[in-house]
């Protein structure tokens, strides 16, 4: 008994002043929004935790984690990407495909962008000092791994979108293509035959895909600065912990998942705090009607648009009878409406969170729309890439909102739209009860990312919650073995029968025939009698 106290109070000594790393290599500033909660929860209870990431924080924040920015590797990935104009990208490639263009493009230099990360002037604190915990993006952000590896410490993994198929291979979590649509598939829970077999195909391919094009890649990378050719990440990567999952089935498709896969979706969502903006408070408090915000996230910039999509905005919020607050990054416009407000910047959840804000017109990022859900808010999706179409669609099968097209843009589709959101009580409604389900929770989403960082810290690792299915081959996983011996089986009793039947027929032919020669010979007999 007194062995077993010592125990945990060691367990907790280490829990309350353990030192956690989070690396994000790579990704916009939106996917350290999701880690930014869980750091600061977790530096108020006591633990040294440091962030390492291409964004710096807001200089006068004040928070409970030390950061630390990858400035001259954030400049490397920008001489690349440039200001990541997606309305360029649209027009250059017609319209279309900007997802193959932006993951040619960063696959095409993602060993430069580590070899940058990982050698950066802002992150040799971190290099300095064992963390007890290690957080990473799951996807695109591999080349943190350097550090599990360089440290032998525990990691977990945390998915800025849904839980990816390889993640959910290395926890043993089952991932069944007929009815769990792939993240990277605008497809529903309901699928038709021909999108469950491309869903299977996509299912199977990517994690190979991933592996090659991806991990084979950076391992060259993390063994030259290192200084160690024995790093595999492929192997690595098999140690993970647990995985923190960014989405909730109050907002998707429910599906079985393991002890060690977490649902934490809407862990950034919070209640809404007074408007530090006293104009754009004024604004929104004193409107006499709806409110509407239009915004297209951290990355893609409303400054960017063609003038057409601009004047087609402009011309609608022109004869919306609401307010309109607009966030636009670039030089002031002529020709906005009174009713318009734009701002370079804003606290999007506190404008989100006010009674008045009745819609909200978005790109479609997850995040962003989780946020609406949150703060009850219907929303119009205008989705530009990346998993924007799947989230936008998934919003509206759930009738949460209704979707525009940049092709088709224009200012009676604009005005349509949001007049429809604002005005019909079904959005509302629709929106209001995913709400409840999305609060409705045993306890909070950055409650359980806190409880499940320090489980792991706990235990130095969660092996104890990990499937043997993770470790199966693949023929073991889905029964084919068992599959080829109850057909061997079959084919062995059939055959059995097959020759047993046979052999009866046999005995039963010769006892014919054995019979009619007898008969016929007693009617030989008997005729010569005669």
């Known amino acids: 008994m007194k062995l077993a106290a010592i125990l945990l109070l060691t367990l907790a000594a280490v829990s309350e002043a353990s030192r956690v790393l989070m690396v994000l290599s790579l990704g916009s500033p939106s996917h350290k929004n999701i880690f930014t ?126 839980l990816t198929p390889w993640t959910a291979d290395l926890l043993g979590s089952p991932e069944n293509p007929a009815y769990v649509p792939n993240q990277y598939l605008s497809y529903g829970d309901h699928m038709t035959l021909w999108e469950r077999t491309v869903n299977t195909l996509v299912r199977l391919a990517s994690p190979y895909l991933r592996k090659h094009l991806v991990l084979n890649k950076l391992d060259g990378v993390v063994q030259r600065v290192l200084g160690d050719s024995t790093v595999s990440l492929s192997e690595l990567e098999k140690n993970v912990s647990m995985v923190l999952v960014n989405s909730h089935y109050s907002l998707g ?67 919306l009878p609401y307010r309109v607050v607009w966030k636009w990054e670039g030089a002031a416009l002529t020709n906005l409406p009174p009713n318009v407000m734009t701002r370079p910047w804003l606290s999007q959840q506190d404008v989100l969170g006010h009674k008045n804000v009745r819609a909200f017109v978005t790109h479609g990022g997850l995040l962003s729309l989780q946020e609406a859900v949150y703060h009850n808010v219907p929303v119009v999706g205008m989705p530009l890439m990346s998993d924007q179409h799947l989230n936008v669609r998934q919003a509206v099968t759930l009738g949460l909102g209704r979707q525009l097209t940049v092709e088709s843009l224009s200012e009676d589709a604009v005005y349509d739209a949001i007049t429809s959101v604002v005005e019909e009580p ?20 950055l409650e359980r990312a806190v409880y499940w960082s320090e489980h792991v810290l706990r235990y130095g690792g969660a092996q104890h919650l990990r499937s043997v299915a993770a470790d199966m081959p693949l023929h073991q996983y889905l029964l084919v073995d068992v599959a080829a011996v109850l057909v061997a089986a079959a084919v062995v009793v059939v055959l059995l029968l097959w020759w047993a039947l046979r052999a009866a027929t046999r005995c039963l032919v010769r006892g014919l025939k054995k019979a009619a020669g007898k008969l016929l010979m007693a009617v030989r007999v008997h005729a010569k009698m005669q």
Not at 69 to 91: I, L, N, Q
Not at 426 to 445: A, I, K, M, W
Request: glycine content about 6%; aromatic content about 8%.
């Open 37 to 162: 909660p869980l750091a600061e929860s977790l530096g108020r209870r006591g633990h040294q935790v440091t962030v390492a990431s291409l964004h710096a924080a807001p200089p006068n924040a004040s928070r409970s984690y030390t950061d630390l920015a990858a400035t001259t590797a954030w400049e490397s990935v920008r001489k690349v990407t440039g200001e990541f104009d997606v309305f360029k990208m649209r027009e250059v490639n017609g319209g279309k495909d900007v997802n193959s263009q932006v993951m040619k493009k960063v696959l095409r230099h993602l060993p430069k962008y580590c070899e940058a990360f990982l050698q950066d002037p802002g992150l040799k604190s971190a290099w300095t000092t064992r963390p007890d915990l290690i957080l990473l993006p799951a996807f695109m952000n591999e080349c943190g791994l350097a550090f599990v590896h360089k440290f032998k410490a525990p990691f977990m993994y945390v998915t800025t979108s849904g």
């Open 253 to 319: 498709h429910p599906r079985p998942l393991m002890p060690n896969v977490v649902e934490v979706g809407a862990m950034h969502c919070r209640p809404a705090r007074p408007l530090q903006d006293k104009a754009l408070r004024e604004f929104i408090d004193s409107s006499p009607v709806p409110v509407v915000l239009f915004s297209l996230g951290s990355t893609i910039r409303s400054e960017q648009m063609p003038a057409t999509v601009r004047d087609s905005l402009v011309a609608a919020f022109r004869r």
């Open 426 to 445: 079904g959005f509302q409604e629709r929106v209001g009860q995913r709400s409840r389900l999305l609060r409705d929770q045993e306890t909070t989403p």
